[in-house]
């Protein structure tokens, strides 16, 4: 390794995130490498603040609590990501939802205990207006959490930054679940992410300026149903894939499409071009390429 | 004011502190990112780190609206603009309050820069809110000091105890005797930090990176610790008189850095007492935080959380009995909630334990409702300045290796 290379890891957005700097454009001092991880570091903090549902103050809680009650304005940010949420929603028929809120409070993945299913959701009834940059709820059950996203969002914009501070080696992930490639590795060689590290017979990607994201229903479980949320049918998923792998440009899209396939693996012919996927049903990994271990060089087409 | 319906803001700065004196750590819900037809334009200088912290917590706050901010920096600029909806930018300062879209203004830009943007933003009888500390050198903050006196506007600085509702439920139990006879002072700040702001363009370094500088910079002592020394100068209503420190490069001693990353120093007052300080960018145990010790109990801050230690002798008071706590191994900790006994006969103890907003929002929060209400701010230039001059002398101090006077004459 390099002198230059710069390690940090820390807990944000209910998880654990690691960077790893490895090369620049240009000959930096090991602090200034420190010091662009640090800035990953605050930018994911900065957004997990506006994002999270869990703290009253943060931007979301505030929309959830105001947005049926009067428009309420958003800045330019929010808005375009509020705006490419709903268009996820449509693109995957209703298997990506932001409004699924308030059904993750009524099944109890966010209080802990199961609540009264009172809760409303659904794409059609969030309004954004573009001329007044402002969202409103045409329900009051409806609540938004933009959980299923916000990883692959704030890693996207981690690009951003390495890329505008020269970074032109680097691998951050956000639980293992949420991966960000940045060039390739510093002998020219594809960084290799593990679908599942704690599965080892799954597949090594292998990722060049490329984004990963991967959904399971194996994490949390409340009365023995999985944590994926199908959205489309206003309860958890009753059969999902055990897993879902989409790899491909922006980390955002990876993360949508992810979760929409894990409920509904068919989506995968509906992929946007330049992704492709992984899915396991059983003991089996099907790819949407031929080969099973999936690199650029390997993947025949996109689909 | 100007372009205020006073009455309304009035009203809801009543209603923002009479909710708070009910159930503090619950109220002022912010009413949003949404905007009023009647809101104070605020324009911010600086949108750095600090500066887009500030436009996000401003954006949270009912009737305020970001219209303009400046920054030399197109990037940062550029991000302040996003962060934002509807905000204009403008290349300088005097272009920015030329503009007649603020009525009131934050100064976040480097410390050293402090002094021009308040100067000139209170000329143009802006109402200013200077982030901390509040200058580099005691001239700068004599100056910005006595234009905010003969200024008609509310102009307040970012020492953010003052206005954080746990640093001041803690300060009425210090004021009545909870703490009894105070023995001693300790605060640290511990963060592992470069303090080094990376940049693409090599010969914009030294302008991002100021901290570094020790031309201009005042070190970890004036940088990070005037805000926790003005925590006790707050409760005590007292300030050292003199400043013992010393610093050194323990941690990033191969960049060719020259302002320390590890400082300690003892705070002297003039009936003996201490305040020992330290803090460092190499290691982040314990973070941030400020005890005071008495012979009945001992306090300790930690900007969103506050406990109180009692003493096995100590009296008990009956509040005690229900309170929260927390155990420190083998210290126990009564856990300090604004709002408590409202919110234990609500069943809802728990939910008070630290605040749902960070200090920064507290503190604009009320700068913003003292001019809606024509009041003083928590924090007055006058006690910012005193507190900073406390920074710049313990920043000396550190940096010169000797004992160094606190002189607050003036200020």
Redesign the interface.
Known sequence: MPDQTAMRSFGAMGTRFECVLAAFDRPVHRTEAAAMAEEAEFLVRDWHGRLTVFEPASAVSVINDLAFRRPVSLDPELFDLLARCLDYTRATGGRFDITVGALMHAHGFRSGKPGVPDAAWGADLVRLERAGSTVRFLDPGLRIDLGAIAKGFVLDLIREDFNAMGVASALVHGGTSSVLAIGSRPDGSAWRVRAMPDDPDAPVLHLTNEALSVSAPSGRVVASQPHIMDPAAGCPAVDPADAACVAGPSAEVCEAWSTALVIDPSLTADLPDGYRSLIRKGSAWRSSVAASVCSPGSCPSPR | MTDIDRRQFLAHAAGTAAAFAIVPNLAA???????ASNTLRVGVIGVG?QG??VL?EL??LSGVAVTAMCDTDE?RLSAG??????AQSYPTIDAMLASNAVDAVVVATPTHMHKDAALAAMAAGKHVYCECPLAHTRADCAAISQAARGANVVAAAGFQGRANPVYQLARTFYRSDSVRDMVTMRAQNNNK??W?????DRATHKIHNWRLDPDVSLGLAGELGAQQFDVFHWYTERYPVRVIGRGSLRA?R??GREVHDTINCMLEYDDGAILQYSATIGNSYEGAHEVFYGTNAAIKLAWSHGWMFKESDAPTQGWEVYANRQQFHNDEGITLIAGATQLAEQGNLQDGVGL???SL?YALEDWINAIGSGGTPACTIGEAARATAVGIAANQAVREARPVDVDLTGL
């Open positions: 819900r912010p009413a949003g990112v949404f905007n780190r887009r912290a996000g954006g949270s990037r603009l996003r962060r934002v909806a509807g930090t470069s080094v702001v990376p940049v693409a990033h191969e960049d749902p907003y960070t929002h």
